[in-house]
């Protein structure tokens, strides 16, 4: 969730986009290829549910591209798994969702934010990526289970819940690559289907193979924030996403397309962007319809901010607004979060000597901590 995409993708959509952009923010294994498509026609109702528990807290972890400098190793996550507070140790974010948004060397895993669409390889690079040893998934792990070994927290563990995230078989594209013998052709349904189901049993091979003892995988994220390019596709992704036992999880921005469809479309876990944290001139009053629409259309919310939180750059109080609207429309009581923080935006507020930092940081992991004791 980058929140703004490159200028060029615009194209025929320009007066569009400029008309919404103050409204936007600035989010080795053996595999034998199974050629198999899933049915084409309508995803069934009763499809729509909770097939795995749902995280209340679920923080964004962006990592795999070659412009990424942050390094997601144990320590790096120590934050995030917990805090002191009056001397005790007390556990944090329950779910953790792996994306990424492009490869770093011109290629996107969605539509918009590079010339160039990503290819198998790096579908596969990205998984690797993800499952690579002493780095985000395999180190989020490594660093629960010292936590266990040294009994250092004090309330019940619950298994971290993961989500990884599924790319965009961008329309069109014509050289992402070969399952079996066949090349795929992305202006065909179909294989964009059959890519979508590769991966995702790919990524759950690895993860079997993997045997994480500190934490599930409960679902796969649909990386396109908007429904303008997947309106007839996402629905046969859920179908096979939900035939596995897992659930179905999207984050469209404010006035996304498609937003208000997100049943029809065929998820079940969605969370709704308020963007506005990232353009000093979007109005207060946008977190609040936010809210307002998140009740009515039986969404869940995001919080975001970027490293702008930090004292330094003076950005923090609008962080302070996600907070004190979420607490007024009873978001923190009803609903689960999502939180989108930039690169490692949490982590350096965490390691912060600034006061004013610090009572930000407290005052986001107090809530956290009392939305978990309460799970």
Known sequence: MERMKPLYKLSSYLLFILIITATMGLHSISYEEDKEVVSQGEMQLENVKNHKAVPKDLVLIYDGGAHRSIKWDKDHFSPYIYSTKEGKQKWLFDGFLFLEIKDGNGRGFASGYEKLAARKIEWENLLHNFFRENNAIDALNARIEDLMKNKTLSNKYEKRKIVI????????????????????????GEDRIAACKWYIEYAEQLFKKAEFEYLELVGFYWLAEEATNSRDLAK????????????????PYFNS?????????????????PNYFFNENVPYSQLEEACKRAKIHGMNMEVEFDERVLAKNGWGYRLNDYLDVFTQYEVFDSLNIAYYQGGDAFFRLSQSQESSDIALYNRLTDMII??????
């Open 165 to 188: 995230t599924i790319p965009e078989p961008i329309p069109n594209q014509k050289d992402w690559g070969k399952l079996g013998n066949r090349e795929l052709d992305f202006s065909n």
């Open 257 to 273: 397309d498609g937003y208000q469809e997100w049943e029809r479309l065929g998820f079940n876990q969605v969370y709704y962007q």
């Open 236 to 251: 046969h992704i859920a179908d096979i996403v939900y035939q596995k036992g897992y659930d179905f999880y999207w984050i």
């Open 370 to 375: 009392k939305r978990q004791k309460h799970q």
